[in-house]
C-alpha cells in the first residue's frame, strides 16, 4: 500500500489522528514525525517507522518526508510569520521529497472572499501556496472545535457568574469535535481522494445562544449568551493582560493566554458575520460516519474539554 506520513504526532491532533490511523491502515506503510526522539518513542516501540522532523531545520525535512506518497500536516500551533514560513518548509519539503499529496488541516471560512480574521488569514495563505505547487493536496476546512467552547462554557458558569460574553451574536457555526477532526484527517490520507476542498463539518449548525442552551440542559449548570461588541473584546482582553497579537511578548504570555486577543475578536467577528458558517455533509461522505453533536459532548464533557497544549514551538 501506499505510505501515509503523519507529522506532529506529539500534539494533541497528531496523536488523535495516530491513533486512528493504527487503527486502520498497515502498520509497515505508516510514518510518524516529530520534533524530538522522545515524542517518538512509544510508536517506536510499536515498531511504526519514526522520523524527527523539525519544521525550523528545513534542511532535514526533505531527507524525513522521502519515500512517502501521502503527507498529514497538521497547521502549526502558532500564528502569523513563524506559522507560514513552517508551512512553507513543510510543503517545499514535500516537494522536493517526491510526496504525491498533502493532506493540509485548514479552517472553515478560508474559502470566504471577505474574510479578515488574524488566524484564518494563514490558512488562506498555507491552502494558495499549496495550490501553486506541483503537488495533489486535500484542503480540510475544519469547523470550530466544540472542545473549545465547551470549556469557556464551564470557564463563564465558574468564573463569570453564568455569562458567557463575546461578539459571535446570532452567527452560525457547525462545531465538531477535535477527534473527528483526527478523524476526517486520517481518512483523507486514507481515501485517494485529491485535489478538492472537504469541509469538516460538525452535526448541526448553530449560534453560540443555542450552544450554551444545550450545554445548560445536560449539565444543569445555567450559562446565558451575552453579546459584546467588538471594542469591548478588546478592552476585556487588555485588562487582563493579553496581547494584541502572537509578536513581541508573546512567548512571555503564551502559558498564561494560549491566544491573542486580535485573534480572538476577528475570528469572532467572522462569525457574527456567517462568513464561517459553513453547513455540509462532507464530513460523513469521507467518514462513513455521522459526527458528534454539541449533546453528545456535553454528555461526555471531560473528554471534550481543549486540553492543556498551548501556542508554543516547543
Not at 444545550?214 to 449548570?221: F, L, N
Not at 460516519?289 to 454539541?294: A, D, N
Request: negative net charge; hydrophobic residues 40%; proline residues 2%.
Amino acid at each position: 500500500m501506499k505510505k501515509i506520513l503523519l507529522n506532529g504526532v506529539d500534539g494533541n491532533f497528531g496523536e488523535k489522528a495516530a491513533k486512528v490511523l493504527l487503527n486502520k491502515y498497515p502498520h509497515e506503510d505508516l510514518i510518524f514525525t516529530a520534533p524530538t526522539e522522545k515524542s517518538l518513542k512509544k510508536y517506536a516501540e510499536m515498531k511504526i517507522e519514526t522520523r524527527i522532523a523539525n519544521f525550523n531545520d528545513k534542511d532535514s525535512l526533505v531527507e524525513a518526508f522521502a519515500g512517502a506518497d501521502t503527507m498529514i500536516l497538521i497547521s502549526m500551533p502558532f500564528i502569523g510569520t513563524k506559522r507560514r514560513e513552517a508551512h512553507k518548509a513543510a510543503i517545499d519539503a514535500a516537494v522536493k521529497a517526491k510526496v504525491n499529496r498533502i493532506v493540509y488541516t485548514s479552517i472553515v471560512g478560508a474559502g470566504d472572499e471577505n474574510i479578515d480574521t488574524y488566524e484564518v488569514n494563514d490558512h488562506i495563505w498555507t491552502e494558495e501556496y499549496i495550490k501553486s505547487q506541483p503537488i495533489h493536496y486535500l484542503l480540510l476546512r475544519n469547523s470550530q472545535y466544540a472542545e473549545a467552547m465547551i470549556s469557556i462554557f464551564f470557564d463563564s458558569y465558574e468564573n463569570s457568574n453564568g455569562v458567557l460574553a463575546n461578539n459571535m451574536g446570532e452567527g452560525k457555526m457547525a462545531h465538531i469535535s477535535r477527534d473527528d477532526c483526527a478523524l476526517a484527517a486520517a481518512h483523507a490520507a486514507m481515501s485517494d481522494w485529491k485535489d478538492r476542498v472537504v469541509n469538516v463539518n460538525g452535526a448541526e449548525s448553530l449560534t453560540i445562544e443555542q450552544f450554551v442552551a444545550i450545554g445548560s440542559e445536560v449539565t444543569g449548570k445555567t450559562v446565558k449568551y451575552h453579546y459584546i461588541s467588538d471594542d469591548e473584546m478588546y478592552e476585556f482582553f487588555d485588562s487582563i493582560g493579553v496581547p494584541r497579537t502572537t509578536e513581541d511578548l508573546w512567548a512571555d504570555t503564551a502559558k498564561n493566554f494560549p491566544f491573542c486577543s486580535e485573534g480572538m475578536v476577528t475570528f469572532g467577528r467572522a462569525i457574527r458575520l456567517n462568513q464561517m458558517a459553513v453547513y455540509t455533509d462532507d464530513f460523513e461522505k469521507l467518514t462513513g460516519q455521522k459526527p458528534l453533536t454539541v449533546r453528545e459532548m456535553f454528555e461526555d464533557f471531560e473528554n471534550h474539554l481543549i486540553g492543556a497544549r498551548t501556542s508554543t514551538e516547543d
